[in-house]
Each structure stands twice: as C-alpha cells, then as structure tokens.
C-alpha cells in the first residue's frame, strides 16, 4: 500500500540555521499538507498546498516558512533562521480530494 | 475559529470490551466533516472513520463506530471488541467544508489490558 514518506526521521539543528524537510507524498495525490505537533501540544496546521501554490496557511506558516514541489514528486518545506520553539514534530500528508489526508510518519525537528 | 476538545487525556480498556472515546467541538458553520485518526507508538496517524456533517446516519467501520450528535456537537469513537493493537493515540479532526485544514483535538491515550 502506498505511503506517505518523510526524511529525515530527527534532524537536529542550531538556532538561526535552516533546515529543510522532506516529504514524498503518494504519488497520484494533488493535494499536500504541513502540520506540526509540538511536545505535549496539538496537531497544528501549517499550510496546505494544491496546483503548485499554497491554498490555505495558518497565522503559524509566516515569513520563515515556505514550500516548495521542486520536482514530481517531492514536497518539502524549509523553516529559515530556526528558533528554539520551532522544535517539534512535523508531519506531511497528502490526499486525492478533500476526504481524506494521509500522514507520513514525521520528522523530529531540535532546535539547539 | 473552531475548536475541538477531548476531554479524556487518558483511557483504558479490557480486551474484548468496548470503549468510547469523546470529542466535542465548536462552530458556527452547518456543513462540515469529522474524522477520528488512530496514532500508534510509531507515530503515523492513520484514518479510522470520517462523518459527513449533512449525514444523520452514523458511520461505522468494522469495530469503530460513531456517535454523531450535530446539535450537542458532539463526535464520540466507540470501539467495539478491542484488540491489544488498538492501543494508540486517538485524535478527533475537524475540517470544514470551506477550507482543507485539519484542526484537532488534544488526543486521548488508549490502553488496552490483556
């Protein structure tokens, strides 16, 4: 069964740097999604993308974020100038239709 | 801005017997989806049900089942002949007709005892 994937798993970085995380949505899905749960916290939505630009973003998905799909089928979103808060775990999901997101397993992100 | 609340941090069920998980939620809007996600120790969400809002029928699949109560807007999970597997986070999700966010609730932990 097709999945959604992410890499990588824990990616640890220093204050002020940017990271970049990776997602690979199935593959005949249009749209794709961002979410983050920070420790202890709820699922939060970051942004929502569809058509090659971003569809809907929450007061969270600022300056510092972006998306990009630089190919077929990759879809990453780059935090730039990190901070200590934007530690957690991000999630990607990718669905055909509005019914239903399917959720790749994450990617832990500490901020140092 | 809608909200969803779980008030149950923290559940524990027997195996074989049945479980119900609550969720409530607020809005101003009529058509909306729900949705119950199952988050096992390996961290993937998973879809366990979703209810259509203009649906008065209950959804159900397999053991899961849905109370759906529009007016109390109240959206609990019952889980039906529990399984040792079915220990895992369980999440309540909003989305609204309008849009294709989730937002969700904090989440009730699962156990089920042998």
């Known amino acids: 069964e097709p999945e959604v994937t992410q890499t990588p798993s824990h990616q640890v970085t220093q204050m002020g740097q940017e990271v970049i995380l990776r997602c690979v949505p199935i593959s005949n899905h249009l749209y794709f999604y961002w979410y983050r749960q920070i420790l202890g916290q709820k699922v939060e939505f970051l942004v929502s993308?569809?058509?090659?630009?971003?569809?809907?973003k929450s007061e969270i998905f600022d300056d510092q974020f972006s998306v990009e799909r630089p190919d077929g089928s990759n879809f990453t979103l780059k935090i730039r100038s990190t901070k200590l808060e934007d530690s957690a775990m991000y999630f990607c999901?990718?669905?055909?239709?509005?019914?239903?997101?399917?959720f790749g397993p994450g990617t832990r992100l500490t901020v140092l | 801005a809608q909200t969803v609340t779980q008030s149950q941090p923290e559940m524990s069920v027997q195996e074989a017997e049945t479980v119900t998980l609550s969720c409530t939620y607020d809005?101003?809007?009529?058509?909306?989806?729900l949705f119950w996600y199952k988050q096992p120790p390996s961290r993937q969400m998973i879809l366990v049900i979703r209810q259509e809002a203009y649906k008065q029928q209950n959804a159900t699949e397999n053991r899961f089942s849905v109370n759906f109560q529009k007016a109390a807007k109240s959206f609990s999970l019952k889980i039906s002949d529990s399984q040792l597997g079915d220990a895992a986070m369980y999440f309540c999700a909003y989305r609204s007709n309008a849009g294709n966010m989730l937002t969700f609730g904090g989440g009730t932990r699962l156990m089920v005892k042998p």
């Open positions: 999901a990718s669905g055909q239709g509005y019914n239903e997101q399917f």
């Open positions: 809005t101003s809007e009529s058509d909306y989806y």
């Open positions: 993308f569809y058509n090659n630009e971003i569809s809907e």
